[in-house]
């Protein structure tokens, strides 16, 4: 007898267990945004997609071919150019004046930095009082901060006269004799950093003056009813609780000062012999006097590292040590 074998039936495909809510594994899931994320993308490209333009065409593209303009022995207005690689970096490196244009650059940065600080917060202080005139001292301690650096500039440039000038008068007045501002190497960059307090003053001030008048009043009734002095409550209490505002500060003006131009320009054009010639002022010396647009393109470019570096360490160090309430 022959046996009828039965056919053998394929086994029923495996069934993957899926969990709810998710997708199979191996089968990528595809999610619309809502209407909510739509409009709140398409909110931040009408409100900063101008911006991002703005800077990418004006400040980050001349950036880039700053760098590149920085390799090439270029004088201004030639149509030719010649690739030297980091030749001009080595010659700025190698100048003898480099020395002293790097020197006078950290006298007035420190200069000008410290003491917009420390004239800024003892005027904020006095400010803070409540005086007849309060509003009016306000407005005219800022008012130098948004003239123009070429106008100031030529207006001290009368008050230093060492002949007819109005200081020149008032130390005449008290028995001295005035020296002479424009041609004496260490007056011509005390006149400069003069100049430039007198300017930006306000401007810290002012920002001063809003970070005291945030000072919680409570803290100072409190240290004043343990018995603390003015001096102490100030420096245990006002100064800690302002250390946000001098930071920003100290990063603003920082920049401010290693930027700074037009007080030079019309006052001193970095005279007498380099005295008064800063990074910054060299970079137009270069550039629009000698014409050498390759040369002012490094010096330009070993300032942005500088900036950069001053701004990274600040950013990374300094800021740590800052309490914020």
Do not use: C
């Amino acid at each position: 007898m022959t046996s009828v074998s039965s056919p053998v039936r394929p086994a029923p495909p495996e069934r993957r267990r899926t969990i709810p809510g998710r997708a199979p594994a191996g089968r990528a899931r595809f999610t619309r945004p809502s209407p909510r994320a739509l409009r709140t993308w398409l909110a931040f490209l009408l409100l900063a997609g101008p911006n991002v333009v703005l800077l990418l065409v004006f400040v980050y593209r001349p950036l880039l071919q700053s760098f590149y303009y920085s390799t090439l022995q270029w004088n201004m207005g030639s149509p030719t150019a010649r690739s030297v690689g980091l030749g001009n970096y080595v010659e700025w490196f190698q100048d003898p004046t480099t020395a002293d244009v790097m020197v006078t650059t950290g006298v007035f940065m420190v200069a000008t930095v410290g003491g917009s600080l420390v004239l800024g917060l003892g005027l904020a202080l006095l400010l803070n009082r409540r005086l007849k005139g309060r509003g009016f001292a306000r407005t005219v301690a800022f008012a130098p901060y948004v003239l123009s650096g070429v106008a100031v500039g030529m207006l001290w440039l009368f008050i230093f006269d060492p002949r007819y000038g109005l200081l020149s008068a008032g130390l005449r007045a008290i028995g001295l004799d005035s020296p002479d501002w424009y041609t004496t190497s260490p007056w011509a960059l005390v006149m400069i950093i003069v100049v430039y307090l007198w300017k930006n003053v306000g401007y810290v001030a002012l920002i001063y003056l809003a970070g005291l008048q945030a000072v919680p009043l409570e803290l100072k009734q409190a240290a004043a009813l343990d018995g603390a002095s003015s001096a102490r409550t100030f420096r245990s209490i006002v100064l800690p609780l302002l250390a946000p505002t001098t930071f920003f500060l100290t990063v603003t003006t920082l920049l401010s000062s290693l930027q700074s131009f037009d007080i030079i320009q019309a006052m001193t054009k970095g005279g007498p012999l380099g005295s008064t010639t800063t990074l910054m002022y060299q970079i137009y010396e270069e550039g629009f006097v000698t014409g050498r647009a390759g040369y002012a393109s490094a010096v330009a470019t070993i300032l942005f590292l500088l900036l950069l570096v001053v701004t990274v360490v600040q950013l990374r160090f300094v800021e740590k040590k800052v309490h914020y309430a």
